[in-house]
């Protein structure tokens, strides 16, 4: 977002007449060659890096602890003399540990360093510093591995003391001392100059017409309650003011996008005339949800337009997305236009394929599947569905990433749909979608997920797409329970199994590796697929994977969908588009591998019928994170409430990949806490390229 410079600079401070921020940071006072250097592992390039370097958390100097009143497990600053300082090392190899002892007057503290023999040459008795950290023991009171910072006499303590203090992110070489007096005085230099963003869409003003509404802080006053807040309330209110510049920039760039798309293209109306969707729907062994009938109003009021659609249908696992998807295709068919659906796998595309031809061939519709094993020679798939005369020139085309080849084309797609599209990138999305556009027209697009995505996430990743919510499950399904074991209630765990299947009633058994891995308490789906055998004998055991050939594959499934195999042993090949409603057990096998979107998909695979099933998830919680994990998938089926403690726990970045999502770095921005502040940039991006509001030149 570009900035706009404003005059009030201090007198007498070092600046540039044109852009202060653009300067590079050895322009600030105090950061010489060796400090730029250092400022540089940083990514602390410019002057503006150097402003908007966040810090990591604060320490409030105003009230420091005092050592005796120390709580164990607490985190606290402390301050006082190095009255002893020193290394032990231990009889019979090499261990060591630098220690530290500081005296405040009311008692000492002991803060020590395992294995830092070199700690020693940066204290000396007489010291005086600050420690930071939780108490790991009161007898004697000791810390760990604290985070220090001398005292000195360089002056400039009003920086450093009785105030509420940053701790920055740092890099070896470069004290927190020395960090915090260059942004002391790169505020003083420059904090003015930091300019509204030239839309100046946030407001920083009171409105007169809405007296009530708060003014956002000003960007200049934001960053010195950042670096400096006068009260720790002050901290958390300029980090949300920057943040959410960030994200109305995120969603300018969204909302054009989107924008320049309906402006640019014309749709092919595919609203359909309801000749196929009345005798589908009358077909159909069961009535639609009322979510169902509601998302394809949405849909059917889109495809009829001659803007292009683009939306995001999410749905739980098991709440009739494929349906949706069916009934979508029917409209674009009715309208004389083709149909692409691309799916992750092999097994989702022949899965959809499978229940498209069920669907579809009693009304002459011909259904192509086309995968990376089932390439065709020229334009069309090698394999077609066995619609008896098809009486429609139009077709439905299903597969794997195989569509996104040059050696696929296909004239007039009217439709686009993508199953589980987290599974995809941008690019392989949008060269799907030019393969169905010519110099005027272009294709409508459906993706779905069952994953549910956060909410913020949502309005980030897909901000770009109108959304769609299937948020009522089919009737007549059993319930799933999920149990939390340790590993050693293994043989209990295969008396149950051996329960349910002797009940005619089938199980998977999911391993997170398909061969040995170094690490020996980690199962491979290879190697135990014997000890299962013996396990479950005399009932049929099949073996899955994704290295198998892809007709061994197709075999095994097909035996494990007409009942012949009683038991699947198999990797998380099958998270997604494998349908059984006779497999009622599903055993999760060193579950604290997985993360909770792919077990919550994992756990889907069952409670596809009318009897009650069974999630089983063996796993050695040695971590608080694998320890959460399991917590929330035990307390929730509800997918919607696992991907929000997903985000919680893993953040953003690690939960969507940035290099796959396009997704940018926040510098203040957090997905899993500031939905508020999403909603709010995506209403004023949305409502300024629309026309609603005038930009504000700065």
Same mark, same amino acid.
């Given at each position: 977002?570009?900035?706009?410079?404003?005059?009030?600079?201090?007198?007498? @401070?070092? +600046?540039?007449?044109?852009?202060?921020?653009?300067?590079?940071?050895? *322009?600030?006072?105090?950061?010489?060659?060796?400090?730029?250097?250092?400022?540089?592992?940083?990514?602390?390039?410019?002057?503006?890096?150097?402003?908007?370097?966040?810090?990591?958390?604060?320490?409030?100097?105003?009230?420091?602890?005092?050592?005796?009143?120390?709580?164990?497990?607490?985190?606290?600053?402390?301050?006082?003399?190095?009255?002893?300082?020193?290394?032990?090392?231990?009889?019979?190899?090499?261990?060591?540990?630098?220690? &530290?002892?500081?005296?405040?007057?009311?008692?000492?503290?002991?803060?020590?360093?395992?294995?830092?023999?070199?700690? =020693?040459?940066?204290?000396?008795?007489?010291?005086?510093?600050?420690?930071?950290? /939780?108490?790991?023991?009161?007898?004697?009171?000791? %810390?760990?591995?604290?985070?220090?910072?001398?005292?000195?006499?360089?002056?400039?303590?009003?920086?450093?003391?009785?105030?509420?203090?940053?701790?920055?992110?740092?890099?070896?070489?470069?004290?927190?001392?020395?960090?915090?007096?260059?942004?002391?005085?790169?505020?003083?230099?420059?904090?003015?100059?930091?300019?509204?963003?030239?839309?100046?869409?946030?407001?920083?003003?009171?409105?007169?017409?809405?007296?009530?509404?708060?003014?956002?802080?000003?960007?200049?006053?934001?960053?010195?309650?950042?670096?400096?807040?006068?009260?720790?309330? *002050?901290?958390?209110?300029?980090?949300?003011?920057?943040?959410?510049?960030?994200?109305? !920039?995120?969603?300018?760039?969204?909302?054009?996008?989107?924008?320049?798309?309906?402006?640019?293209?014309?749709?092919?109306?595919?609203?359909?005339?309801?000749?196929?969707?009345?005798?589908?729907?009358?077909?159909?062994?069961?009535?639609?949800?009322?979510?169902?009938?509601?998302?394809?109003?949405?849909?059917?009021?889109?495809?009829?337009?001659?803007?292009?659609?683009?939306?995001?249908?999410?749905?739980?696992?098991?709440?009739?997305?494929?349906?949706?998807?069916?009934?979508?295709?029917?409209?674009?068919?009715?309208?004389?236009?083709?149909?692409?659906?691309?799916?992750?796998?092999?097994?989702?595309?022949?899965?959809?394929?499978?229940?498209?031809?069920?669907?579809?061939?009693?009304?002459?519709?011909?259904?192509?599947?086309?995968?990376?094993?089932?390439?065709?020679?020229?334009?069309?798939?090698?394999?077609? @569905?066995?619609?008896?005369?098809?009486?429609?020139?139009?077709?439905?085309?299903?597969?794997?990433?195989? $569509?996104?080849?040059?050696?696929?084309?296909?004239?007039?797609?009217?439709?686009?749909?993508?199953?589980?599209?987290?599974?995809?990138?941008?690019?392989?999305?949008?060269?799907?979608?030019?393969?169905?556009?010519?110099?005027?027209?272009?294709?409508?697009?459906?993706? %779905?997920?069952?994953?549910?995505?956060?909410?913020? $996430?949502?309005?980030?990743?897909?901000?770009?797409?109108?959304?769609?919510?299937?948020?009522?499950?089919?009737?007549?399904?059993?319930?799933?329970?999920?149990?939390?074991? !340790?590993?050693?209630?293994?043989?209990?765990?295969?008396?149950?199994?051996?329960?349910?299947?002797?009940?005619?009633?089938?199980?998977?058994?999911?391993? @997170?590796?398909?061969?040995?891995? =170094?690490?020996?308490?980690? /199962?491979?789906?290879?190697?135990?697929?014997?000890?299962?055998?013996?396990?479950?004998?005399?009932?049929?055991?099949?073996?899955?994977?994704?290295?198998?050939?892809? =007709?061994?594959?197709?075999?095994?499934?097909?035996?494990?969908?007409?009942? @012949?195999?009683?038991?699947?042993?198999?990797?998380?090949?099958?998270?997604?588009?494998?349908?059984?409603?006779?497999?009622?057990? %599903?055993? &999760?096998?060193?579950? =604290?591998?997985?993360?909770?979107?792919?077990?919550?998909?994992?756990?889907?695979?069952?409670?596809?019928?009318?009897?009650?099933?069974?999630?089983?998830?063996?796993?050695?919680?040695?971590?608080?994170?694998?320890?959460?994990?399991?917590? +929330?998938?035990?307390?929730?089926?509800?997918?919607?409430?696992? !991907?929000?403690?997903?985000?919680?726990?893993?953040?953003?970045?690690?939960? &969507?990949?940035?290099?796959?999502?396009?997704?940018?770095?926040?510098?203040?921005?957090?997905?899993?806490?500031?939905?508020?502040? &999403?909603?709010? *940039?995506?209403?004023?991006?949305?409502?300024?390229?629309?026309?609603?509001?005038?930009?504000?030149?700065?």
């Amino acid at each position: 977002m570009s900035e706009v410079i404003q005059s009030g600079a201090r007198s007498g @401070s070092r +600046v540039s007449p044109s852009d202060p921020l653009g300067l590079p940071v050895s *322009a600030a006072r105090g950061v010489g060659r060796e400090r730029v250097q250092l400022l540089n592992r940083l990514r602390i390039e410019t002057i503006g890096d150097l402003l908007f370097h966040g810090p990591r958390r604060y320490e409030d100097r105003r009230q420091l602890c005092r050592i005796k009143e120390l709580v164990e497990g607490q985190a606290v600053t402390v301050r006082g003399s190095v009255v002893a300082a020193g290394v032990r090392t231990f009889r019979g190899g090499g261990k060591s540990v630098f220690e &530290v002892v500081l005296d405040d007057g009311t008692a000492r503290l002991h803060c020590r360093w395992w294995n830092q023999p070199y700690m =020693e040459k940066f204290f000396a008795v007489g010291d005086q510093l600050f420690a930071y950290g /939780k108490a790991t023991s009161l007898r004697p009171r000791a %810390m760990d591995h604290p985070e220090t910072e001398k005292i000195t006499d360089e002056g400039d303590e009003q920086v450093h003391l009785n105030r509420i203090v940053p701790v920055y992110p740092a890099t070896e070489g470069l004290t927190q001392r020395a960090l915090r007096l260059m942004l002391w005085r790169a505020i003083e230099d420059y904090a003015d100059l930091v300019g509204e963003p030239a839309l100046r869409l946030v407001p920083t003003e009171p409105d007169l017409e809405h007296p009530q509404r708060i003014p956002w802080l000003g960007r200049p006053q934001a960053i010195r309650d950042l670096h400096f807040p006068p009260a720790p309330s *002050a901290a958390e209110q300029a980090r949300r003011r920057l943040a959410l510049d960030e994200f109305v !920039a995120l969603q300018l760039t969204i909302q054009q996008r989107r924008l320049n798309l309906e402006r640019k293209w014309r749709a092919r109306p595919c609203g359909g005339d309801n000749r196929l969707m009345k005798p589908f729907l009358t077909s159909l062994p069961f009535k639609l949800t009322g979510a169902q009938t509601r998302v394809l109003r949405e849909i059917r009021a889109e495809l009829g337009n001659t803007v292009p659609m683009r939306r995001l249908l999410q749905g739980d696992v098991g709440s009739g997305k494929s349906l949706v998807a069916a009934c979508a295709a029917l409209m674009a068919l009715e309208s004389g236009y083709n149909v692409v659906l691309m799916a992750p796998t092999e097994i989702l595309a022949e899965q959809l394929w499978t229940n498209f031809r069920r669907w579809f061939d009693p009304l002459g519709v011909a259904i192509d599947l086309r995968t990376g094993s089932r390439k065709a020679e020229g334009e069309l798939p090698l394999t077609s @569905s066995s619609a008896p005369n098809p009486r429609l020139p139009e077709r439905v085309v299903i597969g794997t990433h195989a $569509l996104v080849q040059d050696s696929f084309q296909l004239d007039r797609i009217g439709l686009v749909i993508i199953d589980e599209q987290h599974k995809f990138g941008v690019t392989q999305r949008e060269a799907l979608l030019r393969k169905g556009r010519d110099t005027l027209e272009a294709p409508h697009l459906l993706v %779905m997920t069952a994953t549910p995505i956060p909410r913020t $996430l949502g309005l980030t990743l897909y901000g770009d797409l109108d959304v769609s919510v299937l948020d009522e499950l089919p009737g007549g399904r059993g319930q799933i329970r999920t149990y939390v074991r !340790a590993p050693e209630a293994l043989p209990k765990v295969w008396a149950f199994v051996q329960e349910e299947l002797s009940k005619g009633r089938q199980a998977y058994v999911v391993y @997170s590796r398909v061969s040995e891995a =170094e690490q020996e308490e980690i /199962k491979a789906v290879t190697k135990e697929f014997g000890r299962v055998e013996s396990a479950l004998a005399p009932h049929a055991v099949g073996l899955l994977h994704g290295q198998l050939h892809p =007709e061994e594959k197709e075999r095994v499934m097909a035996a494990f969908r007409n009942g @012949s195999i009683k038991a699947l042993v198999t990797t998380s090949v099958i998270e997604v588009g494998v349908d059984v409603p006779n497999a009622t057990v %599903m055993v &999760v096998e060193n579950a =604290e591998q997985f993360g909770l979107a792919q077990l919550h998909q994992l756990r889907g695979r069952i409670g596809r019928g009318g009897h009650h099933s069974h999630c089983i998830l063996l796993a050695r919680q040695k971590t608080e994170e694998a320890v959460a994990r399991m917590k +929330v998938m035990a307390g929730t089926n509800n997918g919607f409430e696992i !991907a929000e403690a997903d985000l919680a726990l893993r953040g953003a970045g690690e939960l &969507v990949g940035r290099d796959q999502s396009g997704m940018p770095d926040f510098r203040f921005g957090h997905l899993a806490r500031d939905r508020d502040l &999403v909603e709010t *940039a995506r209403e004023l991006a949305w409502n300024h390229l629309r026309g609603a509001v005038n930009p504000i030149e700065g």
